[in-house]
């Protein structure tokens, strides 16, 4: 089915107004939908992080998910914009920034002049969603909204008409290498839900525990950006592994 562009809709935002333009396309499940792959950079061999980034190139993978966390909101410390500045420099690749930091909207700003295409927030950190997302938009990034295992899918529905996409994470954040948490599987398809109920056109992104088998559940859920890193970077061949994250591989 053709996309086609309706009405542009005005929200009042903060006693101020800003323009979202809509694009509507046919949401269901998520074989109906383009499928994405954001490799974690967190399975990456950090000293050989330059070849590895040109690997992914090479191997048709769509985003670099970059984890960034500050030992407060999750009990682990990465890297941060340093490090986002010299991988920007590099590549081309589309970067799938997750800010999980007690106060994003701090760091907007400074993210997005290091070369983030898309930040990622929580919606369980200190920061005002919606500021938080009004910050990303004016910095000309697509914004996110994150939500761990634990929190409802509903607290993110109010801001839906606001994001270009939800992340969903499918292990507690904070490590790489855990495992798929099932009973998010519910959370993924309440969300798809929403936003098909509402037409709009917001990716659903999943984070953590993705491989061969649960990312047939989670794209059946509705999920269509599928964060992997083990899976990924441990694969003899990794345009395959991609490749099966997108899409059932036949037996």
């Known amino acids: 089915m053709s996309d086609k562009y309706y009405i542009i809709i005005v929200y009042g935002f903060f006693k ?6 809509f694009q509507t396309s046919y949401i269901g499940r998520s074989d109906k939908l383009k499928n994405y792959v954001s490799a974690s950079v967190l399975s990456a061999d950090m000293l050989e ?10 191997n048709g993978i769509d985003m670099l998910h970059f984890d960034v966390m500050d030992g407060i909101f999750v009990p682990n410390i990465t890297f941060g914009i340093p490090v986002l500045q010299q991988v ?5 690749i589309t970067l799938d920034v997750h800010l999980m930091i007690a106060d994003p909207l701090k760091y907007v700003k400074r993210f997005a002049d290091s070369g983030a295409d ?3 927030f929580h919606i369980e950190s200190d920061s005002d969603p919606l500021e938080t997302i009004k910050a990303i938009k004016e910095c000309g990034v697509k914004p996110a909204l994150a939500i761990k295992p634990a929190t ?4 993110v529905f109010e801001y839906l008409p606001y994001l270009d996409m939800v992340l969903v994470m499918t292990v507690e954040p ?3 290498g855990q495992s798929f948490i099932t009973e998010t599987v519910d959370k993924i398809r309440a969300v798809r839900h929403k936003i098909t109920e509402l037409g709009l056109d917001v990716n659903v ?4 525990g993705i491989n061969g088998v649960t990312s047939g559940t989670v794209r059946e859920a509705g999920a269509n950006v599928l964060v992997s890193g083990s899976y990924l970077f441990a694969a003899e061949n990794m345009a395959k592994a991609a490749q099966s994250l997108k899409e059932d591989m036949p037996c």
């Open 88 to 92: 920007r420099k590099v590549t081309d």
């Open 152 to 155: 409802p899918a509903e607290s």
């Open 118 to 120: 898309l930040i990622s």
């Open 174 to 176: 904070g490590f790489g």
């Open 16 to 21: 101020k107004s800003f323009c979202l333009i």
């Open 205 to 208: 992104e999943v984070d953590g």
């Open 49 to 58: 992080l330059g070849k590895e980034i040109k690997k992914l190139e090479d």
